[in-house]
């Protein structure tokens, strides 16, 4: 199993950015995946979570509104559109995924204890200037 993030940069806040993650070792139409975030001195985060058997999504309060999360099964591709991006926004980024699991809802509040039963991508670094 593999991720590979990309699309990280330099964007002023009010920009945009997409974020994709290509995956291989399983394909993209029953666990969940999902993106998280790190910022310096910040334990990382959930930001968005994809059930790739129904498309359903969950989104914490940060990213409601300004975030999306999809999936290209073709591709073997999960994105995230990220709008109306601010400077706290500014963080590495990573995709990851839990074979095991299937709901958008649980991957987004798997514990820090579990993460190590997750699959991550390698990050990539998002920086809003203000």
């Known amino acids: 199993v593999q991720l590979q993030a990309s699309g990280g940069g330099l964007v002023q806040a009010g920009g945009s950015l997409r974020l994709s993650c290509a995956v291989s070792?399983?394909?993209?139409?029953?666990?969940?995946v999902g993106w998280f975030r790190q910022a310096p001195g910040k334990e990382r985060e959930a930001v968005s979570c994809?059930?790739?058997?129904?498309?359903?999504?969950y989104y914490p309060d940060l990213a409601k509104g300004r975030f999306a999360i999809s999936s290209d099964s073709a591709k073997n591709t999960v994105y995230l559109q990220m709008n109306n991006l601010r400077p706290e926004d500014t963080a590495v980024y990573y995709c990851?995924?839990?074979?095991?699991?299937?709901?958008?809802?649980?991957?987004?509040?798997?514990?820090?204890?579990?993460?190590?039963?997750?699959?991550w991508g390698q990050g990539t670094l998002v920086t809003v200037s203000s």
């Open positions: 990851a995924t839990d074979l095991g699991q299937s709901s958008s809802y649980a991957l987004c509040h798997k514990r820090p204890a579990n993460w190590g039963q997750m699959n």
């Open positions: 070792g399983f394909t993209l139409n029953r666990p969940a």
């Open positions: 994809l059930s790739t058997n129904n498309d359903i999504t």
